[in-house]
């Protein structure tokens, strides 16, 4: 389910406000390394249970504050016609700077079938998805505008391949400078 500017301005805003102040305290964005040695080009932070690749830590960190489930739960109504409980315990904020890139991935590390609440902020992303198979299978693009609310649910939350990504007219607005993004999502630890 994908709700282009789904959030207003000043939403917007908040959120935004918001992220820069998650990332002024003691937790602040880092780019993850990946086993294998790479440093990913993205920054991230997350609210909740801590991720780390590929596994999600009992450790303590920024706390997800309950307005945030508040939005996800108002996200997935807005997607699906009712909330249905959505409870996430985890939020991962990723701050993508200009030249900043996610590959195609699957997130297989939460155990819910719960909805993906994912919502982007800043510059306009192209979205590249792929299906629940794998590589080889079809794949499509979906432009997602500032306040853009993408929702998936199914088997295991609907979590298809993905990755996003910046269109090159990006340097024509000049003022903005990298993109947002949120997921929140239900583990399903206990
Ligand atoms: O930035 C996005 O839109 C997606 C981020 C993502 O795929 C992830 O955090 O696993």
Do not use: K
């Amino acid at each position: 389910m994908h709700v282009p500017a789904w959030l207003p301005f000043p939403r917007q805003r908040e959120l935004v406000d918001a992220c820069r102040e998650w990332g002024r305290g003691p937790f602040p964005y880092r780019r993850t390394v990946l086993p294998g040695g790479g440093v990913m080009s993205v920054r991230s932070l997350c609210l909740g249970r801590q991720w780390v690749p590929y596994r999600y830590l009992d450790a303590v960190g920024l706390a997800l504050p309950e307005w945030l489930v508040s939005l996800g739960r108002e996200a997935v109504a807005e997607a699906y016609g009712e909330h249905g409980g959505f409870t996430p315990d985890t939020a991962l904020v990723n701050f993508y700077a200009p030249e900043a890139r996610m590959g195609m991935h699957q997130d297989r590390e939460e155990r819910s079938g719960a909805p993906v609440v994912s919502l982007s902020l800043g510059d306009r992303c192209v979205f590249r998805f792929g299906n629940a198979e794998g590589r080889g299978g079809p794949t499509g693009t979906s432009s997602w505008p500032p306040g853009t609310c993408s929702s998936s649910a199914g088997p295991r939350g609907g979590r298809t391949t993905g990755a996003p990504g910046v269109p090159r007219d990006r340097r024509a607005r000049p003022r903005v400078e990298g993109r947002l993004n949120i997921t929140l999502r239900e583990t399903g630890i206990p």
